[in-house]
C-alpha cells in the first residue's frame, strides 16, 4: 500500500511539475511580447513552486525571451540573465549570510525593458535588447532617440553597457494612459518600426564591461573595471545617466534602506519594483551565469505598505499584555488594514518606534499583519507609554521583553483565561467563551472545581441557553473523568507551562503531583529544556494554584491517570512509552490532536518538530519531499505510515503496566 501511495505521490508531482512548466512558458511569453496575464508576485510564486519541487529543472536555467519580427539580430557582450529574488526580510537575510560581503552596493531596481549598448572606439555601434540572454534585438534607430543615450563617448571605449529603458510616470499619464503601466508601454514604444515615441523613453544604466581592445576607467588598456563604485564613476564620466546607488555595511541597513525606499517609491520620477544588492567587487564569470550568485533582487511585495503607527493599544489575553499598533487606512494585499501585529515590548524598543513613526507593515498569511521594520521617526513623534499595573488586580507588570504579564496567579483575569485554558486542554466542547464569561463575572465559577459543581437547573435560566443546551453541555464536562498528569498541570494555565512543558516535568522523572509540589528549583532546571527563570515561574505557579488543585482531585470530578511506567525509558514490551513521535499531514483515521493524546497516554511524548532526539516521524506520504520528511531522513529517524503507527498503539496498549508508586 505504502508502495502504491508512493507512486501515485510520484505521478502527482511530475503533473504538476509538467503543469508549472507550461504555466512559466506562457507566461515569460506574454510578459516579454505581449501584455502580463498575472502579477510579478504570482509569476514569482510559480517560479519559486517549480525550484521547490524540481530544483534542477532545465527551465529554471532559462530566460525568458523578447522578441519582435522584422528586426536584426546581435550577440550581446553581456551576458543578460534573470537574477535570484528575495520578497522579505529573513530570505534576503539568508542569501546575505552565504554571500557574507563586506559591503552591499544597493541600487534601485528598475521596472522597465532591458537593453545593451555597444560602442566601438567610443562611437555607439548597436542597442540589442533582452532577447534570450545571448541574443537580441538590433533597435539602434529607436535607441539613438532615446534620452540617456550617448551617441559617441569622450573616450574610445570598445565594449557594452547595460540599462534599463524607462517610461516616467508624467509622461505615461499624459501620453500613454490607455497602457496598462509605464514598462508595457515602454516596451512596446521602444520595438516600432517607425520609430514614433522613442523620444519619450529613458535609458538609465547600471552596468559596463570592456572588450580586449577597450579604453576603460579614463583610457586605459586594461578592460576591467576596479570595483562596482569604479565602474558607476565612469559611466557618469562617459554622460550616462546611471542608477540610484547607496553602500551599506550589514544586511540589517539594507532592509532598513528597503523601507525608506518603500515610502519614496509613489513620488519616484520612474517605476521601481525593489533593490538590486550586490558585493563590491566585479566577478566577471559569477555574472555569466544564467542566475548569478552574488547579486539578488531584493524586491517589494503588495503584502508590504508604509504607513504611520498612530496609537497602540495594549490586548489583554488572561495575564498576557499584547501590543497592537493602530495605523493610518493603507491598503494591504486586497484589504484595507488599521491594525498591525507588535508582538511585545521589546519588538518596540529594538525598532525604536514612537507614536508617528513611518513604519513598514507586512501581511504575509497572517490574519493581524504585523510591523516588521521602522522607516522614520518624524520630529513630532513621541514615546510610546507602556502599563505598569495590571488593570484588574493592580498588582506591577513584568517586563521580560518577550512579554509584558502580571505575575499573580490569582488575579481575576488569570483566573478566567486558567478556566478557559483547561477546558481547551481537556478538549470539552459547547462550554463556550461567552457562557464562561457570564458565569464568572456572576462571581458562579471562579475555580475550575466550580465548573463541575454547576447544575442544569442553574444553566437552563441562561440567556440562549435552555435545558437541552445545559444538559448537554454537562454532560460534555463529565464525560472527561481522568486525564494525564501533563495534561491536568497545563490545563491550570500556569506562566511558562504548556503541555510540551509540563510533559518534560514528568518525563524529567516528576510523575506525580506530589512530586512536583515539593520540586525545588535546582531539581527542575536539571531537565533539558528547562531554565532558572522558569524553573521559579512553575515552583511559584505550583505553589499558588496548589489549594485549588487539591481541591478539584479532593472533589472527586477529576483523576489524574497513573503513569504507564518510569517516564522517558523505552520499554520493550511496550513500543510507545519513552519514545517520540512527530505528526505531518493529514491522518486517515484520527486528527492529530487525538493522536498525539494517545501518544502521551500510552507514555511516549508527541513532538511538534523534527530533530536529532525524535524516534518516529508519521505520515502518510513517506516519499514526500517535505521539509520534515527531509530532515527526518538527514537525522536518521524512522519514518512510518499510519497504519505502522496504528500497529505500534495497538501493541502498546496490550502490554501497558501501571507504575506502582
Not at 532577447?131 to 550617448?150: E, Q, S, Y
Not at 498612530?310 to 489575553?317: L, N
Request: charged share 30%.
Amino acid at each position: 500500500m505504502a508502495g502504491s501511495s508512493g507512486k501515485e505521490r510520484i505521478a502527482e508531482l511530475e503533473q504538476r511539475i509538467a503543469e508549472l512548466e507550461q504555466l512559466i512558458r506562457k507566461n515569460q511569453e506574454l510578459y516579454y511580447n505581449a501584455e502580463p496575464a498575472i502579477s510579478d508576485e504570482a509569476f514569482d510564486a510559480l517560479w519559486a513552486e517549480l525550484e521547490d519541487l524540481d530544483p534542477v529543472n532545465p527551465l529554471l536555467r532559462r530566460i525568458g525571451e523578447d522578441r519582435a519580427d522584422g528586426w536584426p539580430k546581435s550577440r550581446h557582450i553581456i551576458p543578460m540573465g534573470s537574477q535570484a529574488k528575495a520578497t522579505d526580510p529573513e530570505s534576503f537575510k539568508a542569501w546575505a549570510k552565504k554571500v557574507a560581503f563586506e559591503k552591499y552596493i544597493v541600487q534601485y531596481k528598475l521596472d522597465g525593458a532591458s537593453l545593451e549598448l555597444q560602442y566601438e572606439e567610443g562611437g555607439l555601434l548597436r542597442a540589442v535588447t533582452r532577447g534570450d540572454g545571448l541574443v537580441g534585438d538590433d533597435i539602434t534607430a529607436n535607441a539613438r532617440k532615446m534620452k540617456g543615450v550617448p551617441g559617441r563617448l569622450p573616450s574610445p571605449f570598445s565594449g557594452g553597457v547595460r540599462g534599463e529603458v524607462l517610461m516616467a510616470k508624467a509622461i505615461h499619464k499624459e501620453k500613454y494612459a490607455d497602457k496598462a503601466n509605464c514598462r508595457n508601454a515602454a516596451n512596446g514604444i521602444m520595438k516600432r518600426k517607425d520609430g514614433a515615441g522613442s523620444e519619450d523613453l529613458t535609458v538609465i544604466c547600471y552596468d559596463a564591461q570592456g572588450t580586449s581592445k577597450s579604453h576603460s576607467e579614463g583610457g586605459g588598456n586594461d578592460s576591467a573595471f576596479a570595483d562596482e563604485l569604479g565602474k558607476l564613476a565612469w559611466l557618469a564620466a562617459m554622460g550616462f545617466s546611471s542608477v540610484r546607488t547607496e553602500i551599506f555595511a550589514t544586511p540589517e541597513e539594507v532592509v532598513d534602506y528597503r523601507g525608506r525606499v518603500m515610502a519614496l517609491r509613489p513620488n519616484l520620477e520612474f517605476d521601481i519594483d525593489g533593490l538590486v544588492v550586490k558585493g563590491m567587487s566585479i566577478d566577471d564569470e559569477d555574472l555569466a551565469k544564467p542566475r548569478p550568485d552574488k547579486q539578488i533582487a531584493f524586491k517589494f511585495s503588495p503584502e508590504e505598505a508604509v504607513t504611520r503607527l498612530k496609537a497602540i493599544v495594549w490586548s489583554e489575553s488572561g495575564a498576557l499584555y499584547t501590543p497592537i499598533g493602530i495605523v493610518d487606512p493603507v491598503h494591504l494585499a486586497g484589504t484595507t488594514v488599521q491594525r498591525a501585529n507588535l508582538c511585545n515590548p521589546a519588538m518596540i524598543r529594538s525598532m525604536k518606534l514612537k507614536i508617528g513613526s513611518m513604519v513598514v507593515i507586512t501581511k504575509r498569511g497572517e490574519i493581524i499583519p504585523k510591523i516588521e521594520t521602522l522607516v522614520e521617526n518624524p520630529q513630532d513623534s513621541v514615546d510610546i507609554e507602556q502599563p505598569t499595573l495590571c488593570a484588574s488586580c493592580g498588582t506591577a507588570l513584568v517586563d521580560e521583553g518577550t512579554r509584558l504579564y502580571c505575575p499573580n496567579e490569582l488575579c481575576p483575569k488569570k483566573e478566567l483565561h486558567r478556566i478557559e485554558k483547561w477546558l481547551t486542554i481537556l478538549d470539552i466542547r459547547d462550554f463556550g467563551t461567552a457562557l464562561v464569561k457570564r458565569l464568572h463575572e456572576t462571581g458562579r465559577v471562579r475555580t475550575i472545581a466550580d465548573l463541575y459543581s454547576l447544575a442544569v437547573e442553574e444553566l437552563e435560566n441562561l440567556e440562549r441557553m435552555g435545558r437541552t443546551s445545559a444538559q448537554k453541555v454537562l454532560r460534555n464536562l463529565h464525560a472527561v473523568e481522568e486525564v494525564s498528569l501533563a495534561e491536568f498541570i497545563a490545563g491550570f494555565d500556569l506562566e511558562d507551562v504548556g503541555l510540551l512543558v509540563a510533559e518534560k516535568l514528568v518525563q524529567g522523572g516528576f510523575s506525580t503531583l506530589d512530586s512536583l509540589f515539593v520540586a525545588r528549583e535546582e531539581d527542575l532546571v536539571k531537565i533539558d529544556g528547562i531554565a532558572e527563570t522558569m524553573a521559579r515561574t512553575i515552583t511559584r505557579g505550583l505553589a499558588a494554584v496548589r489549594s485549588e488543585m487539591e481541591s478539584l482531585l479532593g472533589s472527586g470530578a477529576i483523576r489524574i491517570r497513573p503513569s504507564v511506567m518510569a517516564p522517558g525509558l523505552p520499554d520493550p514490551a511496550n513500543p510507545v512509552a519513552g519514545r517520540s513521535f512527530c505528526f505531518t499531514g493529514e491522518l486517515r483515521t484520527m486528527k492529530r490532536p487525538e493522536a498525539e493524546k494517545k501518544v502521551r497516554d500510552l507514555g511516549g511524548r508527541a513532538a511538534s518538530a523534527v530533530g536529532k532526539g525524535l524516534d518516529y516521524l508519521v505520515t502518510n506520504d513517506p516519499g514526500s519531499g517535505s521539509s520534515k520528511n527531509r530532515k527526518a531522513a538527514e537525522y536518521g529517524v524512522a519514518i512510518i505510515g499510519e497504519d505502522e503507527f496504528l500497529g505500534l498503539l495497538e501493541a502498546a496498549a496490550l502490554n501497558v503496566q501501571p507504575l506502582r508508586l
